[in-house]
């Protein structure tokens, strides 16, 4: 079973910075699809960056240019650069993770780690 442990939320304001991560035990992260999703009280969650085994990556329209993704397969790691932070940032961010063959996209993911807070103030 693979555990995620994100870290790295937090309180900024408008404007500020961000990088959240994601620590995969167990399992390599080499083998995963993995992405950052968000979300708040009594809104579903929403997807906010993906990054695939081949390299390539998606973000969602709302964080393109502002959000990077980024992994790190020494450290086992994922993150999350987030810059140019906006009020409407603030969520719950949680890290997920699928067995993702080369090149494919994954419809869902299998594990999810616990989530890290990000809150924006204006």
């Known amino acids: 079973q693979v555990q995620l442990v994100e870290s790295g939320g937090g309180s900024v304001q408008a404007g500020g910075s961000l990088r959240p991560s994601c620590t995969a035990t167990?399992?390599?992260?080499?083998?995963?699809?993995m992405g950052w999703f968000r979300q708040v009280p009594g809104k579903g969650r929403e997807g906010v960056a993906q990054?695939?085994?081949?390299?390539?990556?998606s973000y969602a329209d709302s964080v393109a240019g502002r959000f990077t993704i980024t992994k790190d397969n020494g450290k086992n790691t994922l993150y999350l650069q987030m810059n140019s932070l906006k009020p409407e940032d603030t969520a719950m961010y949680y890290c997920a993770a699928v067995d993702c063959n080369y090149g494919s996209r994954p419809l869902s993911f299998t594990y999810w780690g616990q989530g890290t807070q990000v809150t924006v103030s204006s």
């Open positions: 990054l695939f085994t081949d390299g390539s990556w």
């Open positions: 167990r399992y390599a992260v080499s083998r995963f699809c």
